[in-house]
Each structure stands twice: as structure tokens, then as C-alpha cells.
């Protein structure tokens, strides 16, 4: 029976799972886009997936991926004079034993002639993992020596050096007879998928933005703390100003102006409130841009407010907070993620405080 023309094109409707497919395309799986990074954009993404996933097992990892790499794109300590190897093959189909072939022999020369140690395990991690021939033949590590001999000449003998044969002596070939190949395997790439995903570089490789659930706020301890004493001090200074009469403590403040004790409360909750934003960003993303970002976005939208005339410190602390209550936070990753709260922004003027000679309260 054929379909009517509004059959048909009911028919084709694209599956949309939300609004912002129309900007962006339908997201691409991780085990696809793995498959469309370039060979050195594979190389950063195993380095990373290795720095952060297996930090309990090594001390060092290093990406030395290149023309010199001697079969190894990653290095990953474990202690003094033991490692494991990485051999990244950014290949669009399953590895072959005729892709590996080459890097079985440098495994060999170079550990045989000592430019470096034997691994302790040795890794082949590809998007499409090894296909079943290899698998058989790393399931069946004894049956690599000859193999690898036998396929000396056509894959070994001019592909570890450049414009330099290399053939297969007595003492090298004895010694690929006695190689130990079961520390071969290859690593799983939705294995190191998965684990990459708990990771901090996890949505700026694949998208998909950031999921991470910020825990509760700080609240501000008991106890001034160092880290406070700039900021606080510049409060004290306002309310000096505000009162024309000396307050030369907290605890002064405390006990003589109730009143401008909940506000002094009020910003040193914002003041942690930013902080707790701050330790949410070192916790979850590769490093502090975001947040620092975000800080010069809030200097630019408070300093003009502060370099206005004011009757006092305080009315010019108050102003300010309004003003970067109002502050419009747009292409930060934290804000686009809706992670930046009106009392981050009030807190974070704050920390400029802190850092800044020029964001004071009292002229």
C-alpha cells in the first residue's frame, strides 16, 4: 500500500532527543569520535586517560609520540627502572598483525641493544581494538617469536629505522626466540572510555557538558581564617568610614554594631560561597581558567562602581554588591552550566579584594 505524502514525511522526522540538536547536530558517541580524532589528538587522549585514571599505579606518565618514539607513544612510570608502554595505532579499522609487526620489532631491537628497559606490560590501544587475527596471536603469545622472525624481512628490516636496514643478527634473533610476549595486551578503548569519563577532561574531548552535581556551600568556619584577613580588613575599613569612628576589630565590630555584624556575616558567606565554586572547579575541570575567567569578568562589571563617589566605604560596599548581583555572566563555562550563583559573583568581589590594592571600599 503506498504511503500518503504526509505519511512519508512523518516518516523521516529525525529523532531530536533535545532543542539544542538544531544548533549543534545529533551528539556524537565517544566510541565514534574517538574514531575521528587525529593520530595526535588520540596520543593527548591516552596520555590524559592514563595521567588521571591511573595515577595509583604510576608516578609518571609521559606522551612522547613522534618519529623517534622507538615504539612507544606513552611512557607511564611505575618506580625506579620499571614501566609500562603505550603504542597508540589511530587506525580506521581493527589492528592487524601486519600493523603491529614493525612495532613488535622495535620493542625488541631497541630493548635488545638497552636504549631502554623492558616494560612490565606493554599496551596496544587502537579505536576499533585489535581485530581477531591479533587477538589469537596475543591470546597465544609463544607463537609471536617465530612469527615475528618470519616476518622480519618485510615489515622489521627497513621500517624501525629510516634509511637504516636492520637485520636480524644472531644475538638479535636468539633474543626475540627468548622474548617474553606475553606482556602484550591490548586495552579495551570502551574500557578506557568509561574510565575517561570520571575523569576532568572527559566534556572538553567529547562534550556534552558538564554533568557534575556541585556539593553544598561552605560555610565560613568560626574561626577567622589567613586567607580572609585582606578582605575583612577592608570591610572593618568600610564600616570605619560608614561610622566615622574607629572599629579596629572584628570583635569590637561584634560586640558595639549588631547591625553591621550580620551584614560582616552575610560577606563572608559570599566570600565562601565563591571559595566553595573555586574547589568545585579545581575538583572537576583540568585546571582554574574557568574560574579565573570569571573573575576578571566580575572585576569589569564591578570597577566602575567602585571608582564612583560614594558618602562612605559602606554605602560603596553595598552598591557594588547590587551591582554584581545584577552581572551578566554569558560565555563562561561555569555560568553556561548554571554553576554561578548571585552570591559567587557578590563573593568573588571578595577575592578581588584580596588581590587587588584598587577594589577597597573605603577611599
Known sequence: MLKTTFELSESIVPHVDNDLQVFSGAPIPPIERVGIFSPNQFEDFINEWATACLKNRYILVQKIGGANDKGRDIIAKIAEGQYDYYQCKHYDKSIAPSDIWVEFGKLCYYSYNGDYPLPQRYYIVAPKDAGPSLLDLINNPLNINDALIQNWDKYCRTGIKTNEPIDLSDGLNRYIKDFHFKIVSVYPMQTIIDEHRTTPYFPFRFGGGLTKKRPAKQNPPHE??????????KIIAAYTDYKKTIIDSVEALQRNYPELSLDFNRQRERFYSAESLRVFVRETLPDESSFIKLKHEVY??????????????????????AQASQLSIQDNILAVNSYVSISDKQGLCHHLANEKSEVRWAK
Do not use: F, W
Not at 302 to 308: A, L, Q, S
Open 224 to 233: 577567622i581564617e589567613v586567607q580572609e584577613l585582606t578582605y575583612i580588613s
Open 300 to 321: 569589569d562589571g564591578i570597577i566602575d562602581v567602585i571608582e564612583k563617589d560614594h558618602p562612605d566605604g559602606k554605602t560603596r560596599l553595598l552598591n557594588v554588591m
